[in-house]
């Protein structure tokens, strides 16, 4: 024992934070030049993961574009609030004055007796039968829009039943009945866009996975001779998990890719159907919370399809 | 350096790669393993670097128990042991200089350091030229200095090689026995498994022979 310096363990070069960014950058560059080396190969897979991911994403903006379109409805409703018969007009626009500085309202347009029989004479045609009326028998009538805190379907049921026990008020009418309807359905189809996200995002899980297992296979011999010299399995797991965090990474920027264009090719129909209805609607694109979500879900995605494969199948190698 | 006590492997399906082995190799010794195909020198070696597990008996190496040793810490052990295969094992999409540099690399070493320790390596193999050439398009002889190189790189004190000139012509033989030589002088321990029997008689050096996986001759240790 005495014969040799080589007597010693040599103990494992400490952790230097220097050399581990080094390497991980190395690696990641290392994992990134592969995959362009085969960039047909790599646009294939890349491609099904972007289309996977595109679907669900691309519903969800445009759900979220329904919702803004059905809000926007939402603030826009008005109540219509009828009078008595005995009210006058006089009456009538001195009650606006009095509503119009209600915390609740926005803004009070009073449509008298005179008008809305003017209104309906011009068109019902009963003119002539009218002019035999000695009394006008039509109601004054109170167009009132909420403020738009006060706007949503719930809060405006309060107003709504608020006016109604005013002495002056025969009849409130809100007609958000299909408003309601409209959520009901956004939140139906949430889910449903929720439900397709899981599954696809499963399958992309399932793409990454078997590319990664592929991928393995092709690279036994290297994997072997590594692990001959001493490499650690977590060494040789670097570079497979480095490939799926960028499959899943361009499969992201694939999918906002698709999102984006296909948004841009309808946006011009839509702008011209909102046009027809008389509204300014926009249709949104990818924000930029929804842009960063899908880019680190998809990275993510890949990382852990690759994890799982690489825990599957890396082990599985050893030296001989 | 090297203690096997008693040792024994079994392979799956009964065949037996040892039965019984016990010797003693000193820090900084040369020695050969020798014996008939089959009687058991690669398994040998294999229980040395841990390629395979021993299925009796005790097997120290460096002081370290690797019956004991835990499956996770047998990297660490490998980079402490160069390993030579007859068929080089090469990675052939990388160059000579990558390759000789996995061992360094492999143990988070710096850039600077890892150039400059493989081109001395390369160096010392004579071939400082090819390091950006492909492994393919050496020479056997020359691959072979390629794997002799990446053993060394990293200094480990103890090296092992399975018929490093088992393709070799007489002269290239000579040439690799020659580099082990020097290898040994500077201090490493070596443990070479050959049938060339009229090789290693020139060189007088400790030899060991197997057979049916019993140790049957041991020329000892040479001072
Ligand atoms: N993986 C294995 N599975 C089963 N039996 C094996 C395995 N490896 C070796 N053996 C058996 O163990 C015995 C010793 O084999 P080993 O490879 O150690 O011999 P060797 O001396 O290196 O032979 P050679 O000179 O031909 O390389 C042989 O009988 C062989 O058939
Ligand atoms: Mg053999």
Known sequence: MSKSRNNTMRRRPGFRPDIWLQRHLQVALASLGRLTNAPLGTL????????????????????????????GWESGASISLFLKQEISDKQATALSKKLRLHQRIESIQVISKASAMAE???????????????????????????????????????????????????????????VRR???????????????????????????????????????????????????????????LYTGLWYGLFGGIIAWLLVAISILLISGPVAQLAMLYQSAFDLSSLD?????????????LGLLGSWIAVGRHLSAIEPS | MIHFDNVSK?????????AGVSFRIEPGEMVFLTGHSGAGKSTLLKLIGLLERSSGGQVHVNDRNLTRLKNSQIPYHRREVGMIFQDHRLLNDRTVFDNVALPLVVSGMGYKEISRRVHAALDKVGLLNKEKAAPITLSGGEQQRVGIARAVVSKPPLVLADEPTG???????QEIMELFGWFNQVGVTLLIATHDLDLISRMDKRILTLSNGQLVQDTGETQ
Not at chain 1, 135 to 148: D, E, G, M, Q, T
Not at chain 1, 199 to 227: P, S, Y
């Open chain 1, 44 to 71: 294939m897979t890349t491609a099904v993961i972007g289309i996977a991911l595109a679907l669900p994403i691309g519903l969800h903006v445009l759900l979220n574009n329904l919702q803004n379109v059905s809000g």
């Open chain 1, 120 to 178: 309906f004479r011009r068109l019902s045609g009963f003119g002539d039968a009218l002019e035999a009326l000695d009394s006008n028998p039509l109601p004054a009538l109170l167009v009132i829009l909420p403020k738009s805190k006060y706007s949503t379907p719930e809060t405006a049921q309060l107003l709504v039943r608020e006016l109604g026990l005013l002495p002056e008020a025969d009849i409130v009418q809100l007609d958000l009945q299909w």
């Open chain 1, 182 to 240: 409209l959520q009901a359905i956004t939140e139906i189809a949430q889910r449903a866009v929720l439900v397709l996200a899981t599954l696809l995002g499963l399958a992309v899980l399932l793409i990454i996975g078997n590319t990664i297992r592929l991928e393995i296979q092709n690279r036994h011999a290297e994997i072997e001779i590594t692990k001959l010299i001493g490499a650690t399995n977590g060494f040789i797991r670097r570079p497979f």
């Open chain 1, 288 to 300: 930029i919370t929804t842009t960063l979500l899908l880019l680190t879900g998809s990275a993510g």
């Open chain 2, 10 to 18: 079994r392979y799956p399906g009964g065949h037996t790669g040892l």
């Open chain 2, 167 to 173: 393709n070799l012509d007489p002269k290239l033989s």
